[in-house]
């Protein structure tokens, strides 16, 4: 079974500009979360979804938000981007609430 | 609030050496579940296991065992005869009651294996 797919890999982007990030889960999970992980702050929690719904929110500016398909593919955007955004943006999926993440290889973001 | 934290940021050790990772953990919630995963240098975070806050058990998974103890919010993670494969960064993570998407990760520990 294939794992979870992120898309791009590698991104930079200037200052003020938005950026979409892509997220595949695996086959069957219906729950998709999003966490940013930078050296200073280390792993954050962004937002969970399942089936579509937002379940969770991390503590996170409006700037960031996200949506999930009806075949649990997810998209996290950034808007107004700025140099603290710059970032590893990991995605994760779970068949159900009560089992655990698995994570994609990440997204680095680049913000000059 | 919750809060896990992992005392030992960096851990170098000769290979066939073992080797704990610590985690302490807060939490107020009476059903939590807890995580550790592996970070190698790629990047992407890999599941080791999962732990139930009512299923006490210590486990054995080949080189990797792991110790729960409630009474000391612990729950540290041992590898046996370490390797040089076994180099990365380690996170032990808490989920609190509904098991939500919302992971709180430690700061991670930097295992260093030497051959």
């Known amino acids: 079974k294939a794992g979870v797919t992120q898309t791009p890999r590698y991104l930079i982007k200037t200052r003020g500009q938005q950026v979409t990030l892509s997220c595949s889960p695996i086959?069957?999970?219906?729950?998709v979360s999003w966490y940013q992980q930078t050296p200073g702050q280390g792993l954050q929690f962004l937002f969970e979804y399942f089936s579509e719904t937002q379940r969770n929110k991390g503590n996170f500016p409006g700037r960031f938000s996200g949506r999930q398909f009806s075949n649990s593919r997810s998209e996290m955007n950034v808007s107004t981007l700025e140099l603290g955004d710059s970032a590893l943006y990991l995605c994760?999926?779970?068949?159900?609430?009560?089992?655990?993440?698995?994570f994609g290889p990440g997204t680095r973001l680049t913000v000059t | 609030a919750q809060k896990v934290t992992q005392a030992q940021t960096e851990i170098s050790v000769v290979e066939k050496e073992d080797v704990t990772l610590d985690c302490v953990y807060e939490t107020r919630d009476t059903t939590y579940y807890l995580f550790w995963y592996k970070q190698p240098p790629s990047g992407e975070l890999v599941f080791l296991i999962r732990r139930n806050s009512f299923d006490e058990q210590n486990e054995i998974s080949g080189r990797y065992s792991w110790n729960f103890q409630k009474s000391t919010s612990s729950f540290n993670f041992t590898i046996t005869a370490s390797q040089v494969v076994d180099s990365a960064v380690y996170f032990c993570a808490l989920s609190g009651s509904g098991n939500t998407g919302k992971l709180i990760f430690g700061q991670g520990t930097t295992l260093q294996v030497k051959p």
């Open positions: 994760a999926s779970r068949w159900d609430i009560y089992y655990e993440q698995y």
């Open positions: 086959s069957g999970h219906r729950s």
